[in-house]
């Protein structure tokens, strides 16, 4: 059964700021790893899908690596800005199906 | 483009009502699913519906819940009766699915939040 642990579950940083956000899953067999972010009260916005056969994908100041092997992702943000205060999920869909498998996220505050 | 769209956005009922929380997918979409969230198990997948045809119901946590998909631009989630404990945000969210069931980006409505007294 895959598991999926975000580290840590909250962070707080002064603005500018380069950080990594930590995503880990038990079963290495996936399909694609997607990263959301989560404002207060609001949906999820998609931020990044990596397939399979991808090591990363950049948008922006984000920066999503996977490593399969190891079950490890990293979402990267430079500059950290306040407006990226928000909560950041990811979610893992393994190659059996449609199911896809959400981490708890980590909470992010970023001080001006 | 229009995202997932998700009425109401508030609902507020009290033990017993019926709740009825409806969905418009991206239209293109064939995959819909409803989620639930609250601060004690996350986000908890629900249902999963591909091409309006329910695929996997075994989230759903009791014979209160149902939903349905009568066509491509539709879904309702009905709670009957509705207790204190089905308090949440539910989420509704669509995708493209993929060659061999995969399931593509998803993405998600604003939410319905729901209080149930």
Redesign the interface.
Known sequence: KQEVTQIPAALSVPEGENLVLNCSFTDSAI??L?W?RQDP??????LL?IQSSQREQTSGRLNASLDKSSGRSTLYIAASQPGDSATY?C?V?G?G????I?G??TRLFVKA | DAG?IQSPRHEVTEMGQEVTLRCKPISGHN?LFWYRQTMMR??E?LI?F?NNVP??DSGMPEDRFSAKMPNASFSTLKIQPSEPRDSAVY?C?SSL?LA????????????S?LTVL
């Open positions: 399909y694609n997607q959301f009260g609001k949906g999820l916005t998609s899908l999920l979610a869909m190659t199906g449609f199911k896809t959400f708890a996220g | 997932v995959s996350g986000l997948l999963y591909n695929i996997d989420f969210a699915a061999g069931g995969h399931t593509g980006e998803l993405f998600f409505g604003e939410g939040r």
